[in-house]
């Protein structure tokens, strides 16, 4: 654990959402958003660790706008995006409504209020189910209800999901928070509770590098490894250096299971969804919420 880089992504993520808020607004493309996010990662000496997502209303996670994507900023719209210096992760999310509706300024409070509350009572050795029960508990007096399949993780070099999950209930679990990084990340929504996979999202990972049969895959798959590693990335950025001929080498990639597609993912009413997540380092009797 690098704890000055690690510290340092979360100062150029806490800038990039202060950035974030100061220029979205209804009707923006969501790719021009996205790529004034990125190459803002990369001017205050960062890069992004995964694709920023962009999800409206009944998508939770998983939309990043497509190299062509023509869709408008409406909506509940979910902001989602990391930082990494290095491999060494600040994942930071938040909520803005844009349709001045009452009812997604309550949802963007729950989220925010739960993930307030689970950063206070963060800490070595406390129970997991302990931070999903407050987190629980903030979105209920509110009215909604958190989403039950959906969680925060811990993270490590060059991994955003590294095996511990913060659940956004009580799920009983006796597992405790130890040293290292973690994203609390509640998700809030006035349907179910539930989320299902929805539309491919144009969101990979690199899951084993092996032989591939064409020249153009391995050398896609060249670049990948030697770019991202393991953290996401997408066909968007791709697009950039291989032109749209790397469709079919990701396909025969996804095929052979050398990466994964991530699916969007959707509430299963198709209801609203609120998100909210910051990142905490968890020191010896100390921690430190590096993107706020």
């Known amino acids: 654990m690098e704890r000055e880089k690690i510290i340092q992504a979360g100062k150029i993520a806490k800038q990039i959402k202060d950035f974030a808020k100061s220029f979205v607004k209804k009707e923006m493309l969501l790719l021009e958003i996205a790529e004034k996010i990125e190459e803002k990662i990369f001017e205050l000496g960062g890069k992004p660790a995964f694709p920023v997502n962009l999800s409206i209303n009944e998508i939770a996670a998983h ?48 989220s925010q209020n739960a993930l307030e509350s689970a950063k206070k009572i963060f800490k070595e050795n406390i129970l997991v189910s302990e931070i ?93 490894e030697k770019e991202y590693k393991t953290l996401p990335f997408c066909s968007r950025w791709l697009v950039k250096k291989f032109s749209a001929k790397v469709f079919f080498a990701l396909r025969e990639l996804e095929q052979n299971e050398i990466i994964y597609q991530f699916p969007q993912l959707v509430e299963i009413t198709g209801s609203m969804v609120s998100q909210a997540e910051d990142t905490i380092l968890v020191e010896k009797e100390r921690k430190i919420v590096t993107s706020e």
Do not use: W
């Not at 992760?89 to 309550?106: C, G, P, Q, W, Y």
């Not at 679990?173 to 349907?191: H, L």
């Open 63 to 110: 939309y990043t706008p497509t190299y062509d994507d023509k869709t408008k900023a409406h909506g509940l719209l979910k902001i989602d995006f990391g930082v990494h210096i290095e491999g060494n992760i600040a994942d930071t999310a938040f909520s803005i409504d844009l349709e001045n509706s009452s009812e997604n300024k309550k949802l963007i409070l729950a």
């Open 132 to 224: 999903g029960k407050i987190i629980q508990k903030e979105i209920e007096i509110c009215g909604f209800s958190p989403v039950i399949n959906l969680s925060g993780h811990s993270m490590e070099k060059y991994d955003l999901h590294s095996g511990i999950t913060i659940p956004n209930i009580n799920d009983k679990r006796e597992i405790k928070i130890e040293k290292g990084v973690y994203a609390i990340e509640p998700f809030a929504t006035n349907g179910s509770g539930k989320i299902h996979n929805g539309n491919s999202s144009g969101i990979y990972q690199l899951i084993e590098y092996k032989n591939t049969r064409s020249e153009n895959a391995r050398n896609v798959l060249e670049f990948i």
